[in-house]
């Protein structure tokens, strides 16, 4: 993948745009027919298709080579934000010096070197950084979400036996329904029996004629 676009200051040379991910070019690589990649992109590309994503002409791994002189200088001249902006750092430097200054960045997060802590902080803080102190925090934090998961699960198990509840008396009720069901049925069936006996008989009691 290349550099966000938007990290840079200025104006961007199309040229200068992986013709895969349509960043700007990271550790860049060109083919015979000239359009410029990602090293990580076109080698992604490759490994399903054998042919430039732009011109669709044949290409190979071989085939790639080093971008153009004055190309690779362009795209080292270009102003671009620190990937620590959003954390405060202000630094706009050329993408040749990138890597050194993030690499020394006071905004840059870096993992403690104390064995058994590894916490993440600023690097700025680093100095200031109390792992047993920091340690009892996580540890207090992991408590308070393990009370939180058990009255969860009291709730849960509450509500469940709520439910159980509410079922048992819908089924019985159901029951009751179907009682009274069969039962209708059965008093309409010996009235309608009762009916054809009684017009039976007073057909029989009709005087002939």
Not at 168 to 178: F, N, P, Q, T, V
């Amino acid at each position: 993948m290349g550099y966000d676009l938007e990290r840079f200051v200025g104006y961007v040379n199309e040229g200068l745009l992986c013709c895969v991910c349509r960043d700007v070019l990271e550790r860049p690589l060109q083919g015979p027919c000239e359009h410029a990649f990602c090293s990580s992109c076109i080698s992604s590309w490759l490994v399903y298709h054998r042919s430039c994503p732009e011109d669709r002409l044949p290409l190979e791994v071989g085939s790639l080579k080093p971008l153009y002189r004055y190309m690779r200088n362009d795209l080292t001249r270009l102003q671009i934000r620190c990937v620590n902006a959003a954390r405060g750092c202000e630094v706009v430097c050329s993408l040749e010096n990138l890597n050194a200054h993030e690499d020394e960045c006071e905004f840059a997060f870096v993992s403690c070197s104390n064995t058994g802590c590894g916490h993440m902080l600023p690097s700025l803080d680093r100095s200031q950084h109390n792992c047993v102190a920091e340690l009892r925090v996580e540890v207090e934090m992991l408590r308070i979400k393990r009370r939180h998961m058990v009255q969860k699960e009291s709730q849960l198990k509450n509500e469940v036996e709520e439910l159980k509840g509410q079922l048992s008396c819908l089924m019985s009720d159901m029951r009751a329904l179907l009682g009274a069901e069969r039962l209708r049925r059965q008093e309409l069936a010996e009235a309608e029996v009762e009916k054809r006996e009684l017009l039976e008989l007073l057909k029989e009691m009709q005087p002939s004629r």
